[in-house]
Every structure is written in structure tokens, then in C-alpha cells.
């Protein structure tokens, strides 16, 4: 089993070796650290490559992830089909297609996702959706 990929304490939302992989901690502050301007408390932006890091802004990564792979703490469950903006032209939400056969798409607040990782094209959320 895997040590969590979590952000050490401090909230500071600077870059930080986690678990072997460089990690950014989301925690809204404007402190001229890493952390971006929208507010998802808790999120993590997980690298595989700590030099990219600063290659892509959270902004970028949450409005760029369509077909991205969506998972929860039970598995897989689905892809994001479109990112939902806010008036104020900030992701605000994702259209998640689920399902094999008779597919429906779920709409999934960014509050509820907990991890990035941008090279493995995948979203973790913090828990499972409603049906």
C-alpha cells in the first residue's frame, strides 16, 4: 500500500516533495506562492515530473481536462466530457460521462475533487457522487 500523496502541513501552498512526487497544495492564499486564485481548499495537483510543475497553472489544468479519467475512493467513474464555467469564466464544475452501455453524465462540483495528476490524465475525487 502507498503513503497518501498529501501536501506536508503548512497551507502555504508552496511546492513540496510528497511521496516521491512534487505536489501542490490548493489552499486559496495569494501569498505569491503556488496555490491558485480559485478557492478548492484541499485539492492536490499531483506531478509525476517535479520540473513541470510550474509548466501548468491549476486554472489551466481545471479548464483544460476534458477526457481526462475520473476517479473515486470505490474505482473508476468515468471521463470528464466538459468543464462548466461560472460567469465570471472560472471552472466551476465538470460534465463526468459514466457508464459502458447506458451511459448518463454527472455533474461534479470542483469542491469535491481532491488530486490532479496532469501527466496520467486523471481527476480523484474526494468521495462518490449521487446517483
Known amino acids: 500500500m502507498r503513503a497518501p500523496l498529501l501536501p506536508e502541513p503548512g497551507g502555504d501552498g508552496l511546492l ?4 516521491g512526487k512534487a505536489a501542490v497544495e490548493l489552499s486559496g492564499n ?3 506562492g503556488a496555490a491558485s486564485s480559485i ?6 495537483v499531483v506531478h509525476e515530473f517535479p520540473e513541470l510543475a510550474e509548466t501548468w497553472s491549476t486554472e ?3 479548464a483544460h481536462c476534458e477526457g481526462y479519467r475520473v476517479d473515486t475512493p470505490a474505482g473508476p467513474l468515468g471521463f470528464v466530457e466538459r468543464v462548466l464555467f461560472s460567469e465570471e469564466n472560472e471552472p466551476q464544475a465538470l460534465a463526468v460521462r459514466t457508464g459502458r452501455f447506458q451511459t448518463r453524465l454527472v455533474i461534479v462540483p470542483l469542491n469535491e475533487l ?3 495528476r496532469p ?9 462518490i457522487p449521487p446517483s
Request: charge should be negative; avoid cysteine.
Open 39 to 44: 478557492d478548492h481548499p484541499g485539492m492536490t
Open 16 to 19: 513540496r516533495a510528497v511521496g
Open 30 to 32: 495569494t501569498d505569491g
Open 114 to 116: 481532491d488530486e490532479i
Open 119 to 127: 501527466e496520467w490524465e486523471i481527476l480523484r475525487l474526494r468521495s
Open 60 to 62: 489551466y489544468l481545471l
